[in-house]
């Protein structure tokens, strides 16, 4: 195990990754992951004080990380961030797009009560947003005739729920966008796909203190298995996917979940 784990180690050697909502949650934990598989990373965020916390976090474990903000809602700043953080990764080689606005998800409710302007902000960072970031990805990772792209999805894209139209809308819409890339610039070099995550109990969310038992023990009950989802179990897997070892991985959704959704 312990020659597996320093092969991992040195699985993204030297790779330059930009990981769009890394933050906090899950994309801070994925920034932490790549960095230990010894890639260079650009963490990117509209909260630049939280991307520029992780990175330290990472350059205090000897791992090479820094911050650049964006917001993934204006084309001008994510041309920007890229174009920062190509400048300073020397190129690009893969990149994990994981933002979302998720204050306006409590306000996501059904197709007759749902405020438009929530309907379009949520179509506007989760899917016009991720539409933006390929745009500017693209080209630098087809310069190295080689390159992957992971999106963030979810499960709310398949499961048909009774509230979150908007939010199951974009999702839905980020699958076609990922298998749009895969089949469009796959014969290129470029692999894309999405990883969709059940529910993952944050950091943050256990810092807070907000979530009652009874709400944690509810949804443990709906996974088969002994624990809920934790950042790590999603970083691992996007790791894998940018990785050689996922270069036969191409226009896939991968259901993170434990088993709550099994297809």
């Known amino acids: 195990m312990k020659g597996r784990e320093n092969d991992m180690r040195g699985r993204l050697q030297d790779k330059a990754i930009i990981v769009v909502g890394s933050g906090t949650g899950i994309g801070a934990a994925t920034v932490k992951q790549l960095a230990l598989e010894g890639a260079h990373v650009c963490a990117a965020d509209i909260n630049v004080e939280a991307a520029n916390r992780v990175a330290e976090e990472v350059a205090a474990t000897g791992g090479r990380a820094f911050a650049v903000h964006v917001d993934i809602a204006d084309e001008t700043s994510v041309k920007e961030a890229v174009s920062l953080a190509v400048a300073q990764l020397g190129g690009l080689d893969g990149a994990h797009v994981n933002a979302a606005d998720l204050r306006v998800i409590f306000e996501d409710s059904d197709a007759l009560a749902e405020d438009l302007a929530v309907f379009d902000r949520t179509l506007q960072v989760n899917l016009r947003g991720h539409l933006l970031c390929t745009r500017a990805v693209l080209p630098h990772l087809l310069q190295r005739e080689q390159g992957a792209i992971v999106y963030t999805s979810s499960s709310a894209a398949d ?89 036969w991985i191409n226009g896939q959704v991968y259901n993170v979940n434990g088993g709550a959704l099994m297809r």
């Open 159 to 247: 499961v048909g729920e009774s509230t979150r139209p908007a939010y199951a809308v974009a999702k839905s819409g980020l699958n076609a966008l990922m298998r749009h890339v895969a089949s469009r610039w796959g014969p290129e070099g470029i692999t894309a796909n999405c990883v969709a995550p059940g529910f993952v109990f944050t950091p943050e969310m256990r810092a807070s203190g907000q979530l009652p038992q009874e709400l944690l023990d509810g949804m443990l009950a709906r996974v088969p298995g002994t624990r809920l989802g934790q950042v790590e179990d999603i970083a691992a897997v996007v790791a894998l996917l940018l990785s050689e070892q996922g270069r």
